[in-house]
């Protein structure tokens, strides 16, 4: 029973992360229509800063929590006025392309200012170390990383239920025209979501700087298994991502504790499961015909 608890608690931490990637890129597909395949790289880009910083000035984990997502949200911003929104109004294929060549743009930069070898990560002191809660102990920073996490989604949810701009962009995201019909301008708020939906990936590769390894192709196969937990929860559906990104955490810890090898097929196994019940995913609404 201790060992099902440890390994519930390793995949919810793991989930974490995929959690607070894919609610990014729902929020990002649900407001422009724009699958981003840079995804992962930004996810990798925010790792690599608050490395960077801690290096060159010391700057601390608590507050790389609060700095990178800020400037990843800069960063989200640029790449959306500058190249997103120029091909918003082509075939979707064509941002899709962007962003693919985009993420092997940021990724060989790293590569090449960084190395391949990966950059070192402090984990705090506060952090290390393990729970004992009775006769389960588990590892400080995954209860921390699963409860951070949580706590960041509960906020983004408030934030999407309970303001008027959150309310906006569920609605843009759910029923796009139909927000626009009733006069609302969608189009003001594409370049603040989709700087959002950056951040949230950036946000995400700062907490996995003191877990995983900090190289730059940390994000390759990241992004491969994001699109399987937004496609697992629906595309575009907010809750699904989160739902989906925990359960993909779940899936991958049990899949390596009992069989290894094949950890990362079961995934996708139940991503085609999915499909085949589910074609819009959990969450996803089914287009009318």
């Not at 399987?228 to 595309?235: D, E, M, P």
Request: hydrophobic share 60%.
């Amino acid at each position: 029973m201790n060992q099902f608890l440890q390994y519930t608690i390793q995949g919810l931490a793991a989930g974490s992360f995929y959690a607070l990637a894919a609610l990014g890129l729902a929020i990002i597909f649900g407001v422009l229509g724009v699958v981003n395949f840079a995804h992962g790289a930004c996810y990798m880009l925010g790792a690599v800063i608050a490395a960077v910083l801690l290096d060159l000035t010391g700057l601390s984990f608590w507050w790389a929590l609060i700095v990178v997502p800020i400037l990843m949200f800069i960063v989200g911003v640029l790449i959306e006025r500058l190249f997103v929104s120029r091909l918003i109004r082509l075939d979707p294929l064509y941002n899709f392309l962007l962003t693919f060549g985009l993420s092997l743009v940021l990724v060989d930069l790293v590569k090449r200012r960084y190395g391949v070898s990966g950059l070192p990560y402090t984990r705090p002191e506060i952090l290390t170390g393990q729970i004992d809660i009775g006769a389960l102990r588990l590892p400080t920073y995954q209860v921390f990383v699963l409860i951070f996490s949580l706590l960041v989604c509960l906020a983004v949810w408030l934030l999407m239920t309970r303001t008027r701009i959150g309310m906006i962009v569920r609605a843009s995201t759910e029923k796009a025209e139909l927000t626009k019909a009733l006069g609302v301008d969608v189009n003001r708020w594409v370049t603040p979501v989709f700087g959002f939906g950056i951040a949230l990936a950036g946000l995400a590769g700062v907490l996995a700087a003191p877990f995983r390894a900090i190289t730059a192709d940390m994000g390759s196969n990241f992004i491969i298994i994001l699109f399987a937990v937004v496609v697992i929860g629906g595309l575009g559906s907010i809750v699904g991502s989160v739902v989906a990104g925990f359960l993909v955490g779940l899936v991958e810890a049990f899949g390596q504790a009992y069989a290894p090898a094949l950890s990362q097929i079961v995934i996708f196994v139940l991503m085609a499961l999915v499909i085949l019940w589910r074609p819009a995913g959990l969450f996803g609404r089914e287009e009318s015909k």
